[in-house]
């Protein structure tokens, strides 16, 4: 919801866009994606996760997920297949359907990893078995990625690391990689000018105020318009051609100038409880029973990596876009997930986002089956002694 009412508000201009008119509201792209990424959601909520972790062969969604993700990549650089947009090769068109390849990879990874360190938990301590493999297939779809995204390609690493190292691996090994990573990723920066140049507007954009600092500028400028209680929603003025991407990257800006201070930070205490609302999920264990400390897993080990997985891209996402468009990081072409304007998306998102829903569901059928079998003990105790009494 929050995601329609502001792509429609940072939409509005004087000439008359799609979402100036009710009709644009109420019967537009973002209402229309908005009401298939619930059905999304939905969907997500009633996957069976636990089976999806144990099946075999073709049945696994893992080999899918890694062929879309590689064959994707790969599409992105085909002519007539892929899109360039804003200088960078990131999308795939088919017909009126267009796409993000990313956005697979970025979603789907955790199930992969996940998947993986679970069929081989018996080697997770180790170097060559446990911790190289799932971290060098990793790598290979980062480095795919990072050729046009390197934000997108360092989130799914840093995801990846929190998923294996949750999963088993030693913290040490992940430690180990970092100067590697650290490296790759400097170069990454280098060999390209405009990461280049970004870099050098996040420390001085005044010394270029009209060419590489221009962005990072009028972000900051829509942020202080603001004030504490904002414009008013619709009432932006960095919109109108001032702020490039307010709909997308920067429109957590935009947030910032309509709504205040205030509403920014009611944006970041609902992003605080959806993850929080989705840690007790991940995180819930049994209550304790005798002889035992703490209380055991409800979860399979699979399902509750892969709920990290997915509220660590979340959170990770949304942490590395309001740093970015308020001049705390350098500018990276990143969406706030749920909010800024976007098809595929919103429904990976939210079909990611309902699959941590499925785990409160198998919580919650668990939690009647033990209500249940208590209540069943208890009346056949409560009956125990009249039976006695009958035939003695």
């Given at each position: 919801?929050?995601?329609?009412?502001?792509?429609?508000s940072?939409?509005?201009?004087?000439?008359?866009?799609?979402?100036?008119?009710?009709?644009?509201?109420?019967?537009?792209?973002?209402?229309?994606?908005?009401?298939?990424?619930?059905?999304?959601?939905?969907?997500?909520?009633?996957?069976?996760l636990?089976?999806?972790?144990?099946?075999?062969?073709l049945?696994?969604?893992?080999?899918?997920?890694?062929?879309?993700?590689?064959?994707?990549?790969?599409?992105?650089?085909?002519?007539?297949?892929?899109?360039?947009?804003?200088?960078?090769?990131?999308?795939?068109?088919?017909?009126?359907?267009?796409?993000?390849?990313?956005?697979?990879?970025?979603?789907?990874?955790?199930?992969?990893?996940?998947?993986?360190?679970?069929?081989?938990?018996?080697?997770?301590?180790?170097w060559?078995r446990?911790?190289?493999?799932?971290?060098?297939?990793?790598?290979?779809?980062?480095?795919?990625?990072?050729?046009?995204?390197?934000?997108?390609?360092?989130?799914?690493?840093?995801?990846?690391?929190?998923?294996?190292?949750?999963?088993?691996?030693?913290?040490?090994?992940?430690?180990?990689?970092?100067?590697?990573?650290?490296?790759?990723?400097?170069a990454?920066?280098?060999?390209?000018?405009?990461?280049?140049?970004?870099?050098?507007?996040?420390?001085?954009?005044?010394?270029d105020?009209q060419?590489?600092?221009?962005?990072?500028?009028?972000?900051?400028g829509?942020?202080?318009?603001?004030?504490?209680?904002?414009?008013?929603?619709?009432?932006?003025?960095?919109?109108?051609?001032?702020?490039?991407?307010?709909?997308?990257?920067?429109?957590?800006?935009?947030?910032?100038?309509?709504?205040?201070?205030?509403?920014?930070?009611?944006?970041?205490?609902?992003?605080?409880?959806?993850?929080?609302?989705?840690?007790?999920?991940?995180?819930?264990?049994?209550?304790?029973?005798?002889?035992?400390?703490?209380?055991?897993?409800?979860?399979?080990?699979?399902?509750?990596?892969?709920?990290?997985?997915?509220?660590?891209?979340?959170?990770?996402?949304?942490?590395?876009?309001?740093?970015?468009?308020?001049?705390?990081?350098?500018?990276?072409?990143?969406?706030?997930?749920?909010?800024?304007?976007?098809?595929?998306?919103?429904?990976?998102?939210?079909?990611?986002?309902?699959?941590?829903?499925?785990?409160?569901?198998?919580?919650?059928?668990?939690?009647?089956?033990?209500?249940?079998?208590?209540?069943?003990?208890?009346?056949?105790?409560?009956?125990?002694?009249?039976?006695?009494?009958?035939?003695?």
């Amino acid at each position: 919801m929050c995601g329609v009412v502001f792509v429609n508000s940072a939409s509005l201009d004087v000439a008359g866009s799609e979402g100036t008119t009710l009709d644009g509201i109420l019967f537009g792209r973002a209402t229309v994606f908005a009401l298939l990424s619930a059905a999304c959601l939905a969907l997500g909520s009633v996957i069976p996760l636990d089976r999806m972790g144990v099946a075999r062969g073709l049945w696994n969604p893992a080999w899918w997920i890694l062929a879309a993700t590689f064959a994707g990549i790969l599409l992105v650089h085909v002519p007539g297949v892929g899109r360039e947009v804003n200088g960078a090769s990131r999308w795939i068109a088919v017909g009126p359907i267009t796409f993000q390849p990313s956005e697979i990879a970025k979603w789907g990874m955790p199930l992969v990893l996940a998947w993986w360190c679970c069929s081989r938990a018996q080697h997770l301590h180790t170097w060559w078995r446990g911790f190289v493999p799932p971290i060098a297939l990793a790598g290979v779809v980062a480095l795919g990625i990072a050729v046009e995204d390197l934000g997108t390609a360092t989130l799914v690493m840093v995801v990846a690391l929190l998923v294996v190292v949750a999963a088993g691996c030693r913290w040490w090994h992940a430690a180990l990689l970092l100067p590697i990573a650290l490296t790759g990723f400097i170069a990454m920066i280098v060999v390209s000018p405009y990461r280049v140049n970004r870099i050098i507007a996040y420390l001085d954009p005044y010394a270029d105020s009209q060419g590489i600092g221009y962005h990072i500028i009028q972000s900051m400028g829509a942020i202080s318009g603001g004030g504490l209680v904002g414009r008013g929603l619709g009432n932006s003025i960095q919109k109108f051609g001032y702020l490039p991407e307010g709909t997308t990257d920067f429109i957590f800006s935009i947030i910032c100038e309509e709504m205040g201070l205030i509403g920014a930070l009611i944006i970041v205490v609902l992003y605080g409880t959806l993850l929080w609302c989705g840690w007790l999920v991940v995180a819930a264990e049994r209550p304790r029973e005798r002889g035992h400390a703490r209380g055991a897993p409800r979860l399979s080990r699979y399902a509750r990596l892969v709920g990290l997985g997915v509220l660590a891209t979340v959170g990770l996402q949304a942490l590395i876009n309001v740093l970015v468009v308020t001049g705390i990081a350098p500018t990276k072409g990143i969406a706030l997930p749920l909010i800024s304007r976007g098809g595929t998306g919103w429904m990976l998102t939210c079909f990611s986002l309902g699959l941590v829903m499925a785990l409160d569901r198998v919580m919650a059928r668990e939690d009647r089956a033990v209500e249940v079998d208590s209540q069943q003990r208890a009346d056949e105790v409560g009956t125990a002694p009249a039976v006695s009494a009958v035939t003695g």
